[in-house]
């Protein structure tokens, strides 16, 4: 869809903001910057809105939203039955890029939930969100502002060349610090279930929180935990190190096959910034396959791992 680019609007300026608030009243959609990833925000209180989301999307209706507060102290109002393990997550990771699964109150419409009796809450660590949803006064839910199944947009032309004129605003706020969704544990079973890694991983929590996190199991639970996902049209191929990746991309280039080497040694949060925005411009490229060598997994290694896999099925 060819878009006007007349809906991007400069987040540093106020009245940027204002219209953006103005606009989620109206029950109207808007794209807007957090630290992990550009986010479609609909007015958490208006089933209008929030309904918006999923035929925007073309996002099935069982895979539910998470809701975006504030401040920490916003919690009570949206959940219940709080566990020690939940507020002691929300304690060292809040605001940031980790999102809990908690019981939810009767505020929280089924349409944001999928029907279930459980929410998931995060509180980004961004400006601009934040800002937002000061003046609101309200909370959003706000998944990934890009049709369901695709690459996550993590600059203001991304979320524009996807959903185009679908989103009545998008703040621009430059490029995402984190570039990949946050962290999603379920605070719901004991012990607590890892439902999508990111930025901060279960060998952080058992260090500085003392808690242990499993890995989720049972029926799949998590649109990040779908086999395919992230997916750009280009094949992606894994490899271990530098070199193989070199020989495949000769092997490649015989066969007259075009791709491209995506290595970052071992500047983690480089990586992480830079991943779907590269596969996102080797699309725009007609490049055939991107080879793209595999981080160590450790820190948000272990998150860039998992969306590389997910995008090479
Ligand atoms: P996205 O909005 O695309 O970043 O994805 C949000 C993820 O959170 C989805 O994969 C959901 O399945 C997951 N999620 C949201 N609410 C719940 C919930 N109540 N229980 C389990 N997972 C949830
Ligand atoms: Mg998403």
Redesign the pocket.
């Known amino acids: 869809m060819r878009h006007s680019d007349t809906n991007i609007l400069n987040s540093s300026e106020s009245s940027s903001i204002e219209a953006a608030v103005s606009a989620l009243r109206d029950d109207e959609l808007v794209a807007i910057p957090t630290e992990t990833v550009y986010g479609l925000a609909a007015r958490a209180s208006s089933r209008t809105a929030v309904n918006k989301i999923f035929k925007v999307k073309g996002r099935p209706a069982n ?4 809701l975006h507060i504030a401040k920490t102290s916003d919690l009570e109002k949206w959940a219940q039955d709080l566990s020690t393990v939940a507020r002691t997550l929300v304690d060292h990771y809040w605001p940031g890029p980790l ?1 809990i ?1 908690v019981q939810r109150n009767e505020k929280v419409c089924d349409e944001i ?2 029907g ?1 009796n ?3 809450i995060r509180c980004p660590d961004h400006k601009i969100a934040t800002e937002l949803l000061n003046r609101l006064d309200d909370a959003i839910v ?3 502002a890009n049709r369901f199944g695709k690459v996550s947009p993590t600059t203001a032309e991304h979320v524009a060349a996807d959903l185009g004129d679908d989103v009545k605003i998008i703040l621009d706020g430059g490029e995402c610090a984190i570039g990949l ?2 962290t ?1 544990i ?1 605070c719901t079973t004991t012990p607590p279930q890892l ?2 890694v990111g930025a901060i991983t279960v060998e952080q929590i058992k260090t500085e929180c003392l808690i242990t996190v499993v890995s989720a199991s049972g029926e799949s ?5 779908l086999d395919k996902h992230y997916a750009p049209e280009c094949e992606i191929e894994l490899f271990n190190n530098r070199m193989q990746a070199e020989t495949r991309r000769s092997e490649l280039s015989q066969l007259g096959t075009t791709s491209e080497i995506l290595d970052f040694g071992d500047d983690l949060a480089l990586y992480a910034r830079s991943l779907y925005a590269r596969l996102r411009d080797a699309d725009k490229r007609n490049i055939d396959v991107v080879i793209a060598v595999k981080p160590p997994s450790t820190g948000i290694g272990s998150a860039i791992n998992e969306r590389l896999k997910k995008a090479a099925r």
């Open positions: 895979h539910p939203l998470i999102t699964v939930t999928g279930r459980t929410v998931a706000a998944p990934s969704e946050s999603i379920d439902l999508r639970r998590a649109s990040g935990m």
